[in-house]
């Protein structure tokens, strides 16, 4: 009886499933179609740009070509409607046009026919995207990867979707959306302004752009004004700053000018909706008792500003009533004023510099402060516009653990009333880790903060890596278990030597991905993005144990990554730390390559020494150098310490010291010894000087590459402090796979 019963359940959903997809009306069937697509003659350039995405994204599936129609010309057959026109109102009396503005739509059918209405720039366009994603399965996952699976067939019975934008302006800031206009459009980016990669390809509608960032050094720069006008700019310390720092926002004549410019700008440059009067890129602000009394009156420095930008907003006001003024809430301004408001034409914009990406808002001690600023400035701030960070700027390739806290981030932006979300990724290049993705998903929850994120990676990975998507899945959980572990955070300046990135990240990672390869090793074009997924891992393998990943390829794959995707940098700037440039790190791959080929090849020594310990030797004086150390320096201690160091020294200048003992090579092969010293360092293995960084300097780093076999080796460093600050750490890369600090479990004493 049960068994029936489940059988009875099982036929009737096939029955079910057999209705829905033989729906009443068939949009195509077999490459043939009723139906025709129709424009109004008034249609926006917008609206036929929609009209013509829809033809040649159904021919795509359907290998049938729709004829477009005017409306005016009586059509007979079965309908696809784009836009709001006179048929619509007609079809769905109660439909109300909306705003031109509007990014919401609605795709309904009407008996057979299918109505797709939304604002004239932008929101037709997305309902036809909406109902070539939902029905018929389309995905453009990036500017070069669109998938239209093939149907012979398509039906329906009824459609009623309609959607309104989570955020209303939706800034996906990495490059290949930003100079990939139609792309942009698909994924229902709404920011791009930019002429596009490809001759001819114009900006589908329009956008929610904001013009300029960090605009005061530009409105009021020093290079025009700070000789004649040098009271124009922030006083520091009792001076005038003369190059770019911030300017003084007390000053009337300031106010005046920034007035004019911004508005020649508006009229100059009038397709923007938000003009930037922003803070400049540093925290210098002006120390003057005007600017200062002003700060303290407000509650703080985004007091003074707030205070300076509403004047600029009021004078703006009559002749750009549907216009912005942008300002910042960062760094020095990020928290919210007292006793002032920002105006109504008035867009804030805060920035999460600061936050810990891989933890909720409300859920890490790194961000506690920010979700209070959010919230203090959402309950005064008419506009609130949030700059996001979502990648690491250090080295754009590094592995970031975020994908399961973007989601919540842009669910707190819009739930504190965020009108726009500027999320920075890879802006300048297309090196970050797992691009396509990332900034697909963001696309997606910007538009749906509510959309579920699961679903959304296993869409992409299952569309994007083909057989390779459980795989890709699978590491992405590596990362959520290793990066993510308790008691880790992150900002988005990462670098390779963090210690989130442990040998058992790598090398579980790389275990996952030559599975993923393996799955995809008959299609190269899926081979190749997997490939460059896990660039990333031997990226950091390579920044890590370049021993180790010469001898895996990780160099190799590295190249060939670099290479066919074109990436020319790898970082935001030299500030951050990493290697800009992709060309100098492939140089640098080169430098330690060769250096790996013409490592000095040492035997084993013939010695037993199985206690722990190094000998060290200190000496005093005025030296220069650690040979100097020896001639002309006072031996004044001897012993054994556990360690190579001088951290527990408690001399601060004119002290050196040798640290001699054996060195145990756990495996025959080359080993990269890293020193790093304030001041002069010089390092022997066997007696053979293999590395030389003497002489008085401030920190410096020197690698030596020796072939040792396995067995004990004499290792004696030689270092010495001249004066002011002073320093000394060893790294050892290993063939055995260790890297890190020189481990004291590898070092004997020389004395038994
Ligand atoms: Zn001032
Ligand atoms: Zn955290």
């Not at 784009?82 to 739509?105: I, T």
């Amino acid at each position: 009886m049960r068994r029936l019963s489940v059988l009875f359940l099982a036929l009737l959903a096939l029955l079910t499933l057999a209705l829905t997809s033989c729906g009443n009306h068939k949009l195509f069937r077999n490459g043939k179609s009723e139906y025709t697509i129709i424009l109004s003659p008034d249609a926006t350039e917008s609206e036929r740009y929609a009209a013509e995405e829809l033809r040649y994204w159904i021919k795509e599936v359907s290998w049938t070509d729709l004829p477009l129609a005017d409306l005016s010309g009586g059509v007979r057959g079965k309908r696809l409607v784009v836009g709001f026109n006179p048929l619509v109102s007609e079809m769905v009396p109660e439909a109300v046009k909306p705003e031109d503005r509007d990014d919401s739509f609605t795709v309904r059918s009407v008996g057979g026919d299918i109505l797709f209405w939304g604002g004239s720039l932008r929101g037709t366009l997305y309902a036809v995207y909406s109902f070539l994603e939902e029905e018929l399965g389309c995905r453009w996952y990036s500017s070069k990867v669109s998938v239209a699976p093939h149907k012979d067939v398509w039906s329906f019975n009824k459609l009623d979707r309609h959607e309104e934008p989570g955020i209303k302006i939706r800034d996906n800031c990495v490059l290949d959306v930003r100079s990939n206009p139609v792309f942009s459009a698909r994924t229902r980016n709404n920011f791009v302004r930019l002429p596009g990669n490809n001759p001819g390809e114009t900006i589908p509608g329009t956008a929610e752009g904001y013009w300029g960032v960090h605009a005061m050094g530009y409105l009021v720069s020093p290079a025009e004004f700070y000789s004649t006008h040098p009271e124009y700019f922030s006083m520091r310390d009792g001076k005038r700053v003369p190059r770019y720092a911030q300017l003084c926002l007390s000053n009337p004549e300031v106010l005046d000018i920034c007035i004019d410019r911004i508005k020649d700008v508006m009229r100059r440059e009038p397709d923007y909706l938000i003009y930037s009067v922003e803070q400049n890129d540093n925290q210098e602000f002006c120390q003057c008792d005007e600017c200062t009394a002003l700060a303290e009156k407000y509650g703080g420095q985004s007091g003074l500003m707030v205070w300076f930008v509403n004047q600029v907003a009021d004078a703006v006001k009559e002749e750009f009533p549907d216009k912005y003024i942008g300002t910042f809430a960062y760094q020095y301004t990020r928290h919210a004023p007292k006793d002032i408001a920002p105006r109504d034409n008035v867009v804030i914009r805060l920035c999460s510099i600061e936050c810990c990406m891989f933890h909720e808002y409300d859920d890490c001690e790194l961000n506690v402060d920010f979700l209070k600023d959010l919230r203090d400035w959402s309950a005064i701030a008419p506009h609130l516009y949030i700059w996001d960070y979502v990648t690491d700027f250090a080295q754009y390739s590094l592995p970031v653990a975020n994908w399961k806290t973007m989601g919540p981030h842009i669910k707190d932006f819009r739930d504190n009333n965020a009108i726009g979300i500027l999320e920075e990724g890879d802006y300048q290049t297309v090196s970050c880790e797992l691009r396509e993705m990332r900034s697909w998903l963001l696309a997606k929850l910007m538009w749906n903060p509510d959309a579920d994120v699961d679903a959304l990676i296993k869409d992409f990975t299952d569309g994007y890596y083909g057989a390779a998507g459980p795989f890709i899945r699978e590491y992405l959980e590596l990362e959520d278990s290793i990066l993510r572990r308790p008691g880790i955070h992150s900002d988005c300046y990462i670098s390779a030597s963090d210690p989130m990135y442990t040998n058992e990240f790598i090398f579980e990672g790389r275990k996952i991905f030559a599975a993923a390869k393996e799955a995809v090793a008959s299609d190269q074009i899926l081979y190749d993005r997997v490939e460059t997924a896990e660039m990333p891992l031997c990226l950091l393998l390579m920044q890590k144990n370049p021993i180790v990943g010469f001898q895996e390829g990780a160099d190799d794959l590295v190249r060939s990554v670099v290479e066919r995707e074109g990436i020319d940098r790898m970082a935001e700037g030299e500030w951050s730390g990493g290697v800009v440039s992709a060309k100098r790190l492939m140089e640098q791959f080169d430098r330690l390559e060769k250096g790996m080929k013409e490592a000095p090849e040492f035997p084993a020594a013939d010695v037993k020494a199985t206690i722990q310990g190094v000998a060290y030797k200190k000496y005093e004086g005025p030296f220069m150098s650690t040979s100097q150390m020896l001639t002309k320096g006072k031996l004044v201690n001897s012993g054994i310490m556990p360690w190579i160091g001088i951290d527990n020294d408690p001399d601060n200048d004119h002290f050196g010291y040798v640290f001699d003992c054996w060195f145990k090579a756990e495996q025959d092969g080359v080993h990269q010894f890293t020193v790093v010293s304030d001041d002069g360092a010089v390092l022997l293995i066997d007696g053979s000087e293999v590395l030389d960084i003497d002489g008085s300097h401030s920190v410096q780093t020197g690698l030596a590459m020796v072939n040792l076999a396995k067995g004990l080796h004499r290792f004696t460093l030689r270092y010495f402090e001249d004066c002011e600050g002073q320093s000394l750490d060893i790294y050892l890369a290993a063939p055995d796979g260790y890297n890190g600090h020189l481990p004291a479990s590898r070092l004997f004493t020389p004395n038994q």
